[in-house]
């Protein structure tokens, strides 16, 4: 018999992306980005088997017999035997610029493409920055000539990491703490994310722990804080460089301050 399978309410969490299209199914970037997958994947099978072909174009076999009493098409015998010759001697790269012999009034005529036609390589790139569009990855990671220097590599690794794998990481992080951590713990664990063991994300550090070894104004326990670490004794002092003065001041000057004078209904009291 037919068994009927339960699934408990709490079981299953949909974590979608934005539909513009679907207010209960999210959708996917690869089917954003169909058509140019298709375009990529189309432009790489037909520059195959150009190459397959001896990258030239193909032609075209004409039958224009010279006799007046010839058929005006080729009989079925001849028809069949050219085209197993065509297949078994002159198809596959491995035949490539080979002489054909054609007799019987058969005429090769070579198809040409234009220019458009063959611009290859900038439909492929062109689709593959669209694709990367549809994703969020910068195209400068794709390797495409002209689009990528040694100087913008790591502004666009880091870009790739804080515009798109952090903010994806952050909404399952979001999504698995509202519906699994409650699950199996109580209000005081989380699922949490260590990103300083992500080297991508190393040159964003060097910078913030930068800023804050220079900020004169913060405590060492303040700092501290900042980067996530406990407080230690003795760090609640501020540490100021000694060749910091005030403006308008001697440094030379070793007079005492004159002493402040009370006014005379203090002096009284």
């Known amino acids: 018999g037919s068994k009927t399978w339960s699934i408990e309410e709490n079981a299953i969490r949909h974590i979608k992306t934005f539909n513009p299209l679907d207010d209960w199914y999210g959708m996917s970037p690869m089917e954003a980005a169909a058509f140019d997958i298709d375009i990529h994947n189309a432009a790489l099978q037909w520059n195959k088997a150009l190459l397959d072909n001896n990258a030239k174009p193909s032609g075209a076999l004409v039958y224009a017999p010279k006799r007046e009493n010839a058929p005006d098409f080729l009989p079925d015998d001849n028809y069949n035997k050219l085209k197993q010759q065509i297949t078994e001697m002159y198809s596959g790269k491995e035949n490539a610029g080979r002489p054909m012999l054609l007799e019987g009034g058969l005429q090769w005529v070579q198809f040409s493409l234009s220019p458009a036609d063959m611009d290859y390589i900038n439909a492929k790139n062109t689709t593959a920055r669209d694709i990367c569009t549809a ?7 794709l390797g495409i000539p002209g689009d990528n220097t040694y100087s913008n590599m790591k502004e666009a690794r880091q870009a790739l990491w804080e515009q798109k794998v952090l903010p994806l990481l952050y909404k399952i ?14 209000a005081t664990y989380r699922i949490m994310l260590d990103e300083d063991d992500i080297t991508a994300l190393a040159p964003r550090r060097e910078e913030k722990w930068k800023k804050l070894q220079d900020s004169n104004f913060l405590t060492i326990n303040e700092k501290r804080e900042a980067l996530g670490y406990e407080e230690v004794d003795g760090g609640d002092v501020i540490y100021m460089p000694a060749t910091l003065i005030p403006i308008g001041t001697n440094p030379f000057d070793t007079t005492p301050p004159a002493p402040v004078k009370k006014p005379l209904a203090e002096e009284g009291a």
Do not use: K, S
Not at 135 to 141: A, D, N, S
């Open 135 to 141: 994703w969020g990855v910068p195209p400068q990671l």
């Open 173 to 186: 992080r979001d999504e698995l703490n509202a519906w699994l951590a409650p699950q199996y713990t109580d």
